[in-house]
């Protein structure tokens, strides 16, 4: 069985809903959902930031699943990378402390393999389309929202994408001896200076703020994001529906 770890909700409501997931466990937030039609997988949620360790650790623990594939939205840090693009990691920085500190020394390396036969998958559904990708990704505290530290990460760093998951996941798998891959959504290119945790805050917070964000953001950045949260959602159900006949090698 294959466990499918999501950051973001989101990222997973329409597969979820497609394929007639059902609430199998709840517990310390996370929430576990099985399928009688795709029986070969099991789909935890509520893995945000450094609660991707635990959730990770949690489907490791599970007798019965032998792979862990994380997904998740991301932010471009170089301008080649587009919104709605999926990227599949296939190397992992992680930085750390106050953003206005960052700096190279700042930066860990990450160990994360590359699954050739999730690989193989993504070239198949692609069909040289470039709608997924393999690149780096560092994880850091917080997104950068600032358009310069975004170029800054992309140029110093060598890196792709930025997010807030990618290397929590990849330690509790390294620590449990689980194979593993990261697949990261592409929701905010480099250029921009809209925040999305303003658009992913809970309901109360987001009806404050919901006009100011409009405001302040440019209105272009907020339907990019949209539209990019959209866009990978359904190239997700793309890649996820495959992953259930995926082999995985023992």
């Given at each position: 069985?294959?466990?499918?770890?999501?950051?973001?909700?989101?990222?997973?409501?329409?597969?979820?809903?497609?394929?007639?997931?059902?609430?199998?466990?709840?517990?310390?937030?996370?929430?576990?959902?099985?399928?009688?039609?795709?029986?070969?997988?099991?789909?935890?949620?509520?893995?945000?930031?450094?609660?991707?360790?635990?959730?990770?650790?949690?489907?490791?623990?599970?007798?019965?699943?032998?792979?862990?594939?994380?997904?998740?939205?991301?932010?471009?840090?170089?301008?080649?990378?587009?919104?709605?693009?999926?990227?599949?990691?296939?190397?992992?920085?992680?930085?750390?402390?106050?953003?206005?500190?960052?700096?190279?020394?700042?930066?860990?390396?990450?160990?994360v393999a590359t699954f050739e036969y999730l690989k193989i998958l993504i070239n198949h559904i692609d069909d040289n389309e470039s709608k997924f990708v393999t690149g780096s990704i560092v994880t850091a505290p917080h997104?950068?929202?600032?358009?310069?530290?975004?170029?800054?990460?992309?140029?110093?760093?060598?890196?792709?994408?930025?997010?807030?998951?990618?290397?929590?996941?990849?330690?509790?798998?390294?620590?449990?001896?689980?194979?593993?891959?990261?697949?990261?959504?592409?929701?905010?290119?480099?250029?921009?200076?809209?925040?999305?945790?303003?658009?992913?805050?809970?309901?109360?917070?987001?009806?404050?703020?919901?006009?100011?964000?409009?405001?302040?953001?440019?209105?272009?950045?907020?339907?990019?994001?949209?539209?990019?949260?959209?866009?990978?959602?359904?190239?997700?159900?793309?890649?996820?529906?495959?992953?259930?006949?995926?082999?995985?090698?023992?």
């Open positions: 069985m294959k466990g499918i770890l999501a950051s973001d909700t989101k990222m997973v409501r329409r597969f979820l809903k497609k394929h007639n997931f059902s609430v199998s466990t709840s517990r310390d937030r996370y929430i576990s959902y099985k399928s009688t039609e795709l029986d070969e997988l099991i789909v935890l949620t509520g893995a945000a930031g450094e609660r991707a360790y635990g959730g990770a650790r949690m489907l490791g623990n599970m007798s019965e699943v032998t792979f862990v594939l994380s997904v998740g939205h991301a932010a471009a840090s170089v301008e080649t990378v587009r919104v709605g693009t999926v990227l599949l990691c296939e190397r992992l920085m992680k930085v750390e402390g106050e953003m206005a500190l960052w700096s190279s020394d700042s930066v860990a390396e990450v160990e997104i950068a929202t600032n358009a310069n530290m975004r170029r800054w990460l992309g140029r110093n760093l060598g890196v792709d994408a930025i997010d807030q998951d990618a290397a929590y996941v990849a330690s509790a798998c390294s620590e449990m001896s689980i194979p593993f891959a990261i697949i990261r959504g592409i929701t905010s290119h480099e250029s921009s200076n809209f925040s999305p945790s303003r658009y992913r805050a809970g309901p109360r917070i987001r009806n404050v703020k919901s006009k100011r964000s409009i405001i302040l953001d440019s209105m272009f950045d907020y339907a990019r994001y949209r539209l990019g949260m959209r866009t990978v959602s359904n190239r997700m159900d793309q890649l996820l529906t495959r992953i259930n006949a995926l082999v995985v090698p023992e």
